[in-house]
């Protein structure tokens, strides 16, 4: 229902706060007053959706920060000479923060959201989020010459300038809005029509076209615009995926496919990972569609007693896969190309509990850039999840599949990821096709602040443990927590850099006093970077040689040029009863070393292998400490 009675009440109770935010992003008036006013006129174009959503206003929002920076993008932090003194330095402080810190600033201080949301608006983990806030408040109390205390009242003080800001009656707006929902259709007629001219120009009169507000008048008339590249057509539901093409994804399986939709109903998080609504909060558009993969399963059960006794067999349908493909159009290919990086990160660096990051890799010859990510789940029902995400032009496209069974390779992933690629080639937007994929390993994406270390999407399961793997933040290595008995290296001395260190705990489990994992790194010369490593090899081998009650098992060794690793698991007696199991690695990539040690406790181990895989895990990521070369 479209509800107008609705819709007027929304606009008049939300337009002015959300006009104070607008200007206060962009310092530009004329550009957040014309872009809050067509928000709107979009809103009503799809107020039957919008209405049902739990907070219509935050649909708007990115409606409004969008046009408004893409307005006054020609003319930068514009600004009306007749300011008053205070404003112009308000304005002037704002602008000296990054587009992020404005943002998360002004959100946080005007805006009744709460910071979770504000998160997930900007793009952002939580916790960096609040860091993001925290250097906003700084830098603007620093150039505006204020307390932090003082920072809302400055903001709040930007409403002078708006008081005299007229709005277009509630009846231009929706009817501007049902002129551009009229226009979506003539356009749709016109490419058909188009498309079977060999030649010549179809000119329809009478129709409507796209209208900025800007351009309306008090009289009954609207004033019409030609279409921008800024307002792009929506998606087509028949360019996504059906049940058919994910059956490769598990070839036993029988596929269900669910309807299409625009991801505005409930939380938006519809995938592993998933961190936001949208990759791109300021999209032209998003659609989805879910798959599920089930199989016939049955089971024997005895029922009956004595000579009744009989075996009993019982059919059921029981779900093995779940697909997803999302498909995110933005308004133009540098919205794109953030989306992409964003989608991507939230694999990347996924901050579900317990899942880990098991591989990357590259892929090439679909769309303009390609990646596949393979994880595994860890939790009451173990899964595998393979990702591959792709941009195309102005589209981002992801395609998801979690299995229960038999996991899904990088290279089927990649295949679909194509698949899908093409059959949005050639729509609006879309850029690149994809050929048969080429898939190859690469190291995994810098992730954490700073990057270098290990992050908890890296760590394996482990038995016994109860909740997530939680890091404490990387700090100066003054004590080395990663070191044994047999080595006790310490990361400090003369040369050394950037030494830092950090351990990964359960802090669910009580009453555990041994467990933990930690990383230590540093970077030197890398002369002393390979004398430091043959030092600890030196020290463990000899360790063994001279203590009765240790032993010593080499896992891992080898060295090269540029790259060595050790890994080994070492067993200390500490007491006539009571041994302690140690697994410990050294690396080397160039002028950066790491030391990774993991101590075991009764009951909460993980696997050798995984330890293993952990430590060649820490040594790809070595190269992104900001001082590795």
């Given at each position: 229902?479209?509800?107008?009675?609705?819709?007027?009440?929304?606009?008049?109770?939300?337009?002015?706060?959300?006009?104070?935010?607008?200007?206060?992003?962009?310092?530009?008036?004329?550009?957040?007053?014309?872009?809050?006013?067509?928000?709107?006129?979009?809103?009503?174009?799809h107020w039957p959706k919008v209405a049902r959503l739990d907070d219509p206003e935050a649909w708007v929002r990115p409606q409004a920060h969008s046009r408004a920076l893409h307005r006054h993008a020609a003319r930068p932090w514009h600004r009306d000479k007749g300011l008053d003194d205070d404003i112009r330095a308000t304005l002037e402080a704002l602008s000296k923060l990054s587009g992020q810190e404005r943002k998360t600033l002004v959100l946080t201080t005007l805006s009744s959201?709460?910071?979770?949301?504000?998160?997930?608006?900007?793009?952002?983990?939580?916790?960096?989020?609040?860091?993001?806030?925290?250097?906003?408040?700084?830098?603007?109390?620093?150039?505006?010459?204020?307390?932090?205390?003082?920072?809302?009242?400055?903001?709040?003080?930007?409403?002078?300038?708006?008081?005299?800001?007229?709005?277009?009656?509630?009846?231009?707006?929706?009817?501007?809005?049902?002129?551009?929902?009229?226009?979506?259709?003539?356009?749709?007629?016109?490419?058909?029509?188009?498309?079977?001219?060999?030649?010549?120009?179809?000119?329809?009169?009478?129709?409507?076209?796209?209208?900025?507000?800007?351009?309306?008048?008090?009289?009954?008339?609207?004033?019409?615009?030609?279409?921008?590249?800024?307002?792009?057509?929506?998606?087509?539901?028949?360019?996504?995926?059906?049940?058919?093409?994910?059956?490769?994804?598990?070839?036993?399986?029988?596929?269900?496919?669910?309807?299409?939709?625009?991801?505005?109903?409930?939380?938006?998080?519809?995938?592993?990972?998933?961190?936001?609504?949208?990759?791109?909060?300021?999209?032209?558009?998003?659609?989805?569609?879910?798959?599920?993969?089930?199989?016939?399963?049955?089971?024997?059960?005895?029922?009956?007693?004595?000579?009744?006794?009989?075996?009993?067999?019982?059919?059921?349908?029981?779900?093995?896969?779940?697909?997803?493909?999302?498909?995110?159009?933005?308004?133009?290919?540098?919205?794109?190309?953030?989306?992409?990086?964003?989608?991507?990160?939230?694999?990347?660096?996924?901050?579900?509990?317990?899942?880990?990051?098991?591989?990357?890799?590259?892929?090439?010859?679909?769309?303009?850039?390609?990646?596949?990510?393979?994880?595994?789940?860890?939790?009451?029902?173990?899964?595998?999840?393979?990702?591959?995400?792709?941009?195309?032009?102005?589209?981002?496209?992801?395609?998801?599949?979690?299995?229960?069974?038999?996991?899904?390779?990088?290279?089927?992933?990649?295949?679909?990821?194509?698949?899908?690629?093409?059959?949005?080639?050639?729509?609006?937007?879309?850029?690149?096709?994809?050929?048969?994929?080429?898939?190859?390993?690469?190291?995994?994406?810098?992730?954490?602040?700073?990057?270098?270390?290990?992050?908890?999407?890296?760590?394996?399961?482990?038995?016994?443990?109860?909740?997530?793997?939680?890091?404490?933040?990387?700090?100066?290595?003054?004590?080395?927590?990663?070191?044994?008995?047999?080595?006790?290296?310490?990361?400090?001395?003369?040369?050394?850099?950037?030494?830092?260190?950090?351990?990964?705990?359960?802090?669910?489990?009580?009453?555990?006093?041994?467990?933990?994992?930690?990383?230590?790194?540093?970077?030197?010369?890398?002369?002393?970077?390979?004398?430091?490593?043959?030092?600890?090899?030196?020290?463990?081998?000899?360790?063994?040689?001279?203590?009765?009650?240790?032993?010593?098992?080499?896992?891992?060794?080898?060295?090269?040029?540029?790259?060595?690793?050790?890994?080994?698991?070492?067993?200390?007696?500490?007491?006539?009863?009571?041994?302690?199991?140690?697994?410990?690695?050294?690396?080397?990539?160039?002028?950066?070393?790491?030391?990774?040690?993991?101590?075991?406790?009764?009951?909460?181990?993980?696997?050798?292998?995984?330890?293993?895989?952990?430590?060649?895990?820490?040594?790809?990521?070595?190269?992104?400490?900001?001082?590795?070369?």
């Amino acid at each position: 229902m479209r509800s107008p009675e609705a819709f007027d009440a929304f606009y008049a109770g939300t337009r002015e706060h959300l006009l104070l935010e607008t200007y206060a992003l962009t310092g530009d008036l004329p550009a957040a007053r014309t872009a809050v006013r067509d928000a709107y006129s979009v809103a009503w174009h799809h107020w039957p959706k919008v209405a049902r959503l739990d907070d219509p206003e935050a649909w708007v929002r990115p409606q409004a920060h969008s046009r408004a920076l893409h307005r006054h993008a020609a003319r930068p932090w514009h600004r009306d000479k007749g300011l008053d003194d205070d404003i112009r330095a308000t304005l002037e402080a704002l602008s000296k923060l990054s587009g992020q810190e404005r943002k998360t600033l002004v959100l946080t201080t005007l805006s009744s959201m709460r910071l979770a949301d504000i998160a997930r608006e900007v793009g952002l983990p939580q916790a960096e989020t609040e860091r993001v806030l925290q250097s906003a408040t700084s830098r603007f109390s620093m150039v505006r010459d204020v307390a932090s205390t003082d920072v809302r009242a400055r903001l709040v003080a930007l409403r002078s300038p708006l008081a005299e800001t007229r709005w277009p009656r509630s009846t231009i707006v929706r009817r501007t809005g049902t002129a551009r929902r009229r226009t979506h259709t003539l356009i749709g007629s016109a490419v058909v029509v188009a498309a079977v001219l060999v030649s010549g120009t179809v000119v329809a009169s009478g129709g409507a076209e796209p209208t900025s507000l800007d351009q309306e008048s008090a009289l009954p008339g609207v004033t019409l615009r030609e279409t921008s590249a800024a307002d792009p057509p929506a998606i087509d539901a028949a360019t996504l995926l059906t049940a058919g093409q994910v059956g490769r994804y598990g070839r036993g399986l029988t596929w269900s496919e669910g309807e299409a939709s625009d991801n505005l109903a409930g939380s938006g998080l519809v995938m592993p990972c998933q961190q936001t609504r949208f990759a791109d909060p300021a999209g032209a558009g998003a659609l989805m569609r879910s798959f599920s993969g089930a199989t016939e399963v049955t089971t024997k059960t005895r029922a009956g007693k004595g000579e009744d006794l009989r075996t009993v067999r019982s059919t059921a349908t029981e779900e093995r896969a779940t697909a997803v493909e999302f498909v995110e159009l933005s308004t133009d290919e540098t919205g794109a190309q953030a989306a992409f990086e964003t989608t991507r990160g939230w694999y990347a660096d996924c901050l579900d509990a317990r899942v880990q990051l098991l591989s990357t890799e590259a892929v090439s010859r679909v769309g303009d850039e390609a990646t596949v990510l393979t994880l595994r789940t860890w939790n009451k029902m173990p899964s595998r999840v393979a990702v591959g995400v792709a941009r195309t032009g102005q589209l981002t496209v992801t395609t998801l599949v979690r299995s229960t069974g038999a996991p899904v390779s990088a290279r089927t992933a990649a295949s679909g990821l194509a698949a899908a690629v093409n059959a949005v080639c050639g729509t609006p937007g879309a850029g690149a096709c994809a050929g048969p994929p080429r898939v190859r390993a690469s190291e995994p994406y810098p992730v954490g602040s700073p990057p270098g270390l290990l992050a908890a999407v890296d760590l394996p399961p482990v038995a016994g443990a109860i909740g997530p793997w939680v890091g404490t933040d990387p700090e100066r290595a003054h004590v080395n927590f990663a070191a044994t008995r047999c080595d006790n290296t310490q990361f400090r001395g003369k040369g050394m850099k950037h030494t830092l260190t950090r351990t990964f705990l359960f802090p669910a489990k009580k009453q555990v006093d041994t467990f933990g994992l930690t990383q230590t790194v540093a970077t030197m010369k890398a002369a002393q970077a390979s004398t430091f490593v043959g030092e600890v090899r030196s020290r463990i081998r000899s360790c063994s040689e001279a203590n009765l009650g240790t032993s010593v098992d080499t896992l891992v060794n080898r060295s090269g040029k540029d790259s060595e690793l050790t890994v080994w698991d070492l067993d200390v007696e500490i007491s006539d009863n009571r041994t302690i199991q140690f697994w410990m690695a050294i690396m080397r990539e160039g002028n950066a070393v790491s030391q990774v040690g993991f101590t075991p406790a009764e009951g909460m181990t993980m696997a050798r292998d995984d330890f293993a895989a952990l430590a060649e895990r820490a040594l790809e990521r070595l190269s992104d400490l900001p001082s590795a070369r």
